[in-house]
């Protein structure tokens, strides 16, 4: 059995890294003079009450010039590439035009927010046609090794059950709802034993890991399975303390990144900006955000400081900055009604844009010299700029 979940594992390094909380293969990187002119870059946004007519029109192009980025330049009959630079798609992490179902439940939470039902369709169409098992969504197709891997990840299914029942809100149509019932119902069957949550399923082995991880604790879907609701409250209850838990002080309010059930212990070797920010946003959505985590947030998003990993005292680790980081502090800040941390993650998210007209990244999000453009980058900044 130990040799069955070792080899289980090995596949998992690619979802670990590929499931919208782990950095290892999210890119972060500071904007340079060739991707962001100074003189482009959108350094006032008010607030968005505000009825300033030129300031509505022009974050509706940077939505309408991302959108056809993504949908023109990163995208295939498979859905969004995870890098716009092809690879031999045999690493074991996702690479070049392989695809994960973290880009197809991004690109339906942003088409239900926007409001546009038949895109919202044809996403979900695909997602099935491409990432559908029998246990759940695969993490990851490469359609050049012609390979689905077996797995899922939470995190990710979690979404994809989300925008439906958004949708099915939304549009008006129970069709997408009774969907994510049945998909919720899916999910609970594999993914959760013993009133647990697991970041994965394996098809091929019949098991989960052995821990969770914080940040794919999506606590608002997890209240709407279609579960009895006792079963509902409790396993809701006992993720958010598990998620709650994992807060490291009022000095450095940020998570732990996993939290495993056969010791009891959390673990994080650093701890990484994206995962923690997930965290932060999970808990915002259901108001159980810590007011400490949102201050130090504010401050390090006015100064331009926050950065993509820290250690477990507050020490930043490195000075690189990111797209994905700053359009997270923009969701944080849409949910807790916070215009100024809205605009202002706008604004620092939007020194990573492609403003080139003559550059193939025009419009998206991602590095000019290198000619690289991540799905994680371009779909998160699309979601806040709908959020």
């Not at 916070?338 to 939007?350: A, F, P, T, V």
């Amino acid at each position: 059995m130990r040799k069955i979940i070792a080899a289980a594992l090995s596949v998992l390094v690619g979802v670990t890294g590929l499931t919208a909380c782990e950095n290892t293969a999210v890119p972060i990187s500071t904007p340079t003079s060739t991707s962001t002119p100074p003189a482009t870059i959108h350094t006032e946004l008010p607030d968005r009450e505000d009825s300033d007519h030129n300031t509505t029109v022009t974050q509706t192009q940077e939505l309408d010039d991302l959108e056809q980025f993504i949908t023109s330049k990163l995208t295939s009959e498979y859905g969004v590439y995870t890098n716009l630079l092809e690879t031999d798609q045999s690493a074991e992490a996702a690479s070049g035009h392989e695809v994960l179902s973290e880009s197809a439940s991004l690109s339906m939470l942003a088409a239900v927010r926007s409001g546009q039902q038949e895109r919202f369709a044809e996403q979900w169409k695909l997602a099935k046609q491409t990432f559908d098992m029998n246990s759940g969504f695969s993490y990851r197709y490469s359609p050049k090794q012609q390979k689905l891997y077996p797995l899922n990840a939470a995190v990710d299914d979690l979404r994809m059950i989300r925008a439906l029942y958004e949708a099915g809100d939304k549009f008006g149509d129970e069709r997408y709802t009774a969907e994510a019932d049945k998909y919720g119902e899916r999910f609970y069957k594999y993914n959760v034993k013993s009133g647990n949550m697991y970041d994965f399923y394996d098809e091929n082995y019949k098991i989960t890991n052995s821990f969770v991880t914080l940040c794919y604790i999506n606590l608002s879907t997890l209240r709407k399975l279609s579960i009895s609701s006792q079963i509902s409250i409790n396993l809701s209850n006992h993720l958010k303390d598990i998620l709650e838990d994992g807060y490291l002080s009022d000095e450095f309010p940020f998570y732990e990144t996993r939290f495993n059930y056969e010791t009891g212990n959390y673990s994080s070797e650093n701890i990484n900006t994206v995962e923690s920010l997930l965290s932060i946003l999970a808990l915002a959505e259901v108001d159980q955000q810590k007011s400490t985590s949102i201050d130090f947030i504010k401050q390090q998003v006015e100064a331009g400081t926050l950065y993509g990993q820290y250690s477990r005292e507050g020490k930043p680790l490195n000075d690189i900055r990111s797209t994905a980081i700053y359009a997270i502090t923009a969701m944080i800040g849409a949910e807790i009604g916070d215009e100024s941390l809205y605009h202002k993650s706008i604004e620092r998210m939007n020194e990573f844009r492609v403003t080139d007209v003559g550059s193939p990244l025009y419009g998206g999000f991602g590095d000019v010299a290198s000619g690289q453009a991540y799905s994680f980058d371009n779909l998160m900044a699309l979601l806040a700029y709908v959020y």
